[in-house]
């Protein structure tokens, strides 16, 4: 598999500008999120902006992998947002991708996608409770995470930043990002209300959540609520329980100090 550059039919004719701006990558400064893993800037494409996700090179092993095995997170984050749109779920616009590789070893790849413009992420609500419209959002939020259950789309990193929020004159849009692990398939009660596990850890959110979750699909609030809790309580012990191991193994490194 030599280097690939894929860019979306509806953009064809702005291949050679997309191109242009992945290869430009590094000297773009508007930056996205806090950059720890993989890198989101900002560049300029027409009159519009883009956002270009720089994933980082992985291990070894992994280079292998993903240079004969497995596709690429830039590749499955183009797949995954086509599908979401034939579902009539909302992402940034898929543009384009690119992936570099050696003979035998895969390095970095791009993803390009529309830059949207958002009034918050579900983030906010998990740290602002004063916000005049913070129950409504909940409620459509569990409403659009039910939609996604009715398609068979199980998005597995289900977090709080991983969901942009738009306010309309109709309510609310949400769009989903950080699209490279999904699953798609039906979905059973147990992996359902898993899927809000990541979500928060306010039991307040989870009583809205649970309330909702079951006006939508006419199961039992009681059984759904005390599920999400469990789930909620598992995920948090998990990933504290991992953030201590990795301060102990690196203890020398600033990110897994206190």
Not at 53 to 73: D, E, L, T, W
Not at 228 to 253: A, C, D, P, S, V
């Amino acid at each position: 598999m030599p280097n690939r550059f894929v860019v979306h039919d509806s953009k064809k004719l702005l291949a050679s500008d997309i191109k242009k701006a992945i290869d430009n990558f590094e000297v773009y400064t508007e930056i996205l999120g806090d950059a720890e893993r993989n890198v989101i800037k900002i560049a300029p494409l027409e009159d519009k902006k883009a956002t270009i996700k720089s994933f980082r090179i992985p291990n070894v092993i992994n280079q292998i992998a993903y240079r004969f095995f497995r596709k690429s997170k830039a590749e499955r984050s183009y797949m995954y947002a086509n599908k979401l749109l034939e579902a009539g779920i909302k992402t940034p616009f898929p543009i384009a991708y690119e992936i570099q590789t050696t003979p035998f070893l895969f390095k970095k790849s791009y993803y390009v996608s529309e830059l949207i413009e958002c009034d918050l992420t579900y983030r906010e609500l998990t740290t602002d409770f004063s916000i005049s419209d913070h129950e409504e959002i909940l409620r459509a939020f569990t409403r659009f995470t039910y939609e996604l259950h009715k398609h068979g789309i199980n998005f597995l990193d289900h977090s709080p930043g991983n969901t942009l929020i738009k306010r309309t004159a109709n309510g609310y849009d949400f769009y989903l990002v950080d699209l490279n692990r999904m699953e798609f398939g039906d979905m059973n009660f147990e992996t359902r209300i898993k899927n809000f596990a990541r979500l928060t850890i306010h039991e307040s959110m989870i009583k809205v959540m649970s309330n909702e979750y079951a006006k939508c699909t006419g199961e039992k609030e009681a059984e759904i609520f005390k599920l999400m809790w469990q789930y909620t309580q598992e995920f948090q012990n998990r990933y504290h329980g991992k953030r201590k191991l990795k301060r102990k193994i690196f203890f020398w490194k600033k990110k897994y100090r206190e």
